[in-house]
């Protein structure tokens, strides 16, 4: 096997120092060392979480099965068919390798320098760590290098890498990428969360020194298979501008920037004392194209975490410390499995874990409830200039802001609560109908909702091509108890109704006491009869009058 690849590829910075933060920061904010989810017995359990990426050092300590045995292996490519039938779920960590490409089709790929390597795990270390990231676990009680989600089990899809920076440099991806066969595989295998710490420039003309925010025919098929597929959710991140260089606007590559998945940029810490409450100077940002928000949220790029030897026989466990936003997205798939159980195990509404209380979230509900657990980071560091603070989100760098998880999920003894709906398509609004809820909400803490719907696809068009994407349109409306009526939005064009996210959030900071009337209507559906949603809110808030379907109306979870 060839020895580790040195040069960090795909979404990767250079490395930078790091501390254990991550994983309290992601569940209870900058500044504290609380894990109030681990605390609940919420680790990931029984969720699966897939990762495309160059491939996985399986035989390292924190993927390792207690008796060394490989993974289950899948063969193919996606042009000519891939293989989904040998999976172990009964394995500890990883459930399935697939290998999306060959050394016999691919000789100069990473680690295909020795004949007799049929396939090259993971030489490049770049999955190794996404995978770390969200998931990986060595079985200590608390491990500074652990990830996001350490209960959680993985499906790894290798797509290889040969250098560079295109589709026909990922061998296992194809140019133009391939991802239905590549979504399909995992969600077969069980897989309903599913990261992506790559970005194709594709349809970036080569004249251009970045990828320009382009709805491209990869982001219409991740938008394609999501609403096809609706309790998928796919992650993606950024990218990286050149060091030194602040990053453009519009930068953000496809296909992260399709509409249904969720697209996360990064954060940083400025001393060893502090937290992730900076945006990072090399992350990509915003608008899209059209003028969408992108980045959807904000999280660490900066880890401690698991490393690649480039062996699978070395039974190793090497740690590292690395930037980039290649590991915000891990870290936001890390925690959308966190949510994910929450809902699955029936710990909505009451905070307990109640069987039958249990449902299967939507990819939506899962994105509405990260974005309701966001705050906005508080400063940016420019290139030349230092700290200065940052603009309040939503925005174009940070999107709706960094995930707080206990600021959206209840558990006894919390001052705030949350109601959520989740509503399927079969139940979903017909043209010009409005689903509505009234709460009685304490004056005194913030006050937030958010709505999420999964689109259906829009039409790839050209890097100049400004036509919105937006299929359909639904209003967010919430009016508060002294009358005034609040848009989602709102701050990003006031006054006016937003035309073109199928993200809407309204924040309240300091919210007056009284009955509160949020609406979610179908201003306009291009593509009918019906559209799904997905509505979080949080708040001190009391009973509710709703209209809208129970959560409990989806299917029932599954216990897997």
């Known amino acids: 096997m060839r020895k580790l690849f040195a040069?960090?590829?795909?979404?990767?910075a250079i490395a930078a120092h790091a501390d254990d933060s991550s994983v309290r920061a992601i569940q209870s904010g900058w500044f504290?060392?609380?894990?109030?989810?681990?605390n609940h017995g919420i680790y990931g359990q029984r969720q699966v979480i897939a990762i495309l990426d160059t491939g996985l050092d399986w035989d390292g300590c924190y993927f390792a099965e207690p008796d060394g045995s490989p993974p289950p292996i899948n063969t193919g490519?996606?042009?000519?068919?891939?293989?989904?039938?040998?999976?172990?779920?009964?394995?500890?960590?990883?459930?399935?390798?697939?290998?999306?490409?060959?050394?016999?089709?691919?000789?100069?790929?990473?680690?295909?320098?020795?004949?007799?390597d049929v396939h090259d795990y993971d030489n490049a270390l770049h999955g190794t760590i996404a995978a770390a990231v969200a998931a990986g676990d060595q079985g200590l009680r608390f491990d500074p290098a652990g990830g996001i989600a350490p209960g959680a089990k993985l499906i790894v899809q290798d797509g290889g890498?040969?250098?560079?920076?295109?589709?026909?440099?990922?061998?296992?991806?194809?140019?133009?990428?391939?991802?239905?066969?590549?979504?399909?595989?995992?969600?077969k295998q069980g897989a309903r969360i599913h990261s992506n710490s790559w970005g194709d420039r594709q349809s970036t003309p080569p004249s251009l020194p970045a990828p320009t925010g382009n709805y491209s025919a990869a982001a219409r098929d991740v938008d394609a298979f999501v609403y096809a597929h609706p309790d998928m959710l796919l992650v993606f991140d950024t990218g990286n501008a050149a060091p030194n260089t602040p990053p453009p606007a519009s930068s953000v590559p496809a296909p992260g920037c399709a509409k249904n998945g969720i697209q996360v940029g990064g954060t940083r810490y400025i001393n060893q004392h502090a937290f992730d409450d900076v945006v990072t100077p090399f992350s990509y940002i915003g608008p899209t194209r059209d003028g969408r928000i992108k980045p959807d949220l904000v999280a660490s790029s900066y880890v401690l975490t698991a490393n690649s030897d480039g062996d699978v026989s070395t039974k190793a466990c090497p740690q590292t410390t690395q930037s980039g936003t290649?590991?915000?997205?891990?870290?936001?798939?890390g925690a959308a499995a966190l949510v994910r159980q929450y809902y699955t195990d029936g710990f909505y509404p009451t905070g307990l874990a109640t069987p039958s209380n249990a449902f299967v979230p939507s990819a939506a509900l899962l994105k509405a409830t990260l974005i309701a657990a966001?705050?906005?980071?508080?400063?940016?560091?420019?290139?030349?200039?230092?700290?200065?603070?940052?603009?309040?989100?939503?925005?174009?760098?940070?999107?709706?802001?960094?995930?707080?998880?206990?600021?959206a999920l209840y558990f006894p003894g919390d001052h705030a609560r949350t109601r959520i709906a989740d509503v399927p398509l079969a139940q979903g609004l017909a043209q010009n109908d409005t689903a509505t809820l009234r709460l009685n909400v304490t004056a005194g803490t913030p006050l937030k909702v958010a709505l999420v719907w999964t689109d259906p696809t829009g039409i790839p068009r050209g890097v100049s091509d400004p036509t919105p994407e937006l299929v359909n349109d639904l209003d967010l409306?919430?009016?508060?108890?002294?009358?005034?009526?609040?848009?989602?939005?709102?701050?990003?064009?006031?006054?006016?109704?937003?035309?073109?996210?199928?993200?809407?959030?309204?924040?309240?900071?300091?919210?007056?006491?009284?009955?509160?009337?949020?609406?979610?209507?179908?201003?306009?559906?291009?593509?009918?009869?019906?559209?799904?949603y997905a509505l979080v809110v949080t708040g001190d808030l009391a009973d509710s009058i709703p209209s809208m379907p129970n959560p409990t109306a989806r299917t029932r979870a599954a216990r897997h």
């Not at 290649?326 to 798939?333: K, L, M, Q, Y």
Request: aromatic share 8%.
């Open 7 to 12: 040069t960090m590829i795909l979404a990767t």
């Open 32 to 38: 504290t060392n609380e894990t109030p989810l681990f």
């Open 77 to 116: 490519s996606p042009q000519n068919g891939l293989n989904s039938s040998n999976v172990d779920t009964s394995r500890r960590k990883v459930i399935a390798y697939d290998f999306l490409y060959s050394c016999d089709q691919f000789p100069f790929a990473t680690g295909c320098d020795n004949p007799s």
């Open 161 to 187: 890498f040969i250098g560079g920076d295109n589709c026909s440099q990922r061998p296992g991806f194809g140019c133009p990428v391939q991802m239905t066969p590549i979504l399909d595989q995992a969600y």
């Open 326 to 333: 290649s590991w915000s997205a891990p870290t936001v798939a």
């Open 374 to 407: 966001a705050r906005s980071v508080p400063n940016d560091w420019i290139y030349g200039q230092g700290l200065s603070p940052a603009q309040p989100a939503p925005n174009f760098e940070q999107g709706f802001g960094f995930p707080v998880l206990n600021d």
């Open 477 to 532: 409306r919430v009016t508060d108890a002294l009358g005034t009526t609040h848009l989602g939005n709102d701050s990003l064009h006031p006054g006016q109704p937003d035309r073109l996210n199928n993200v809407e959030v309204v924040s309240i900071d300091a919210p007056p006491a009284g009955l509160f009337t949020i609406t979610v209507t179908a201003a306009h559906l291009g593509n009918g009869p019906r559209q799904s």
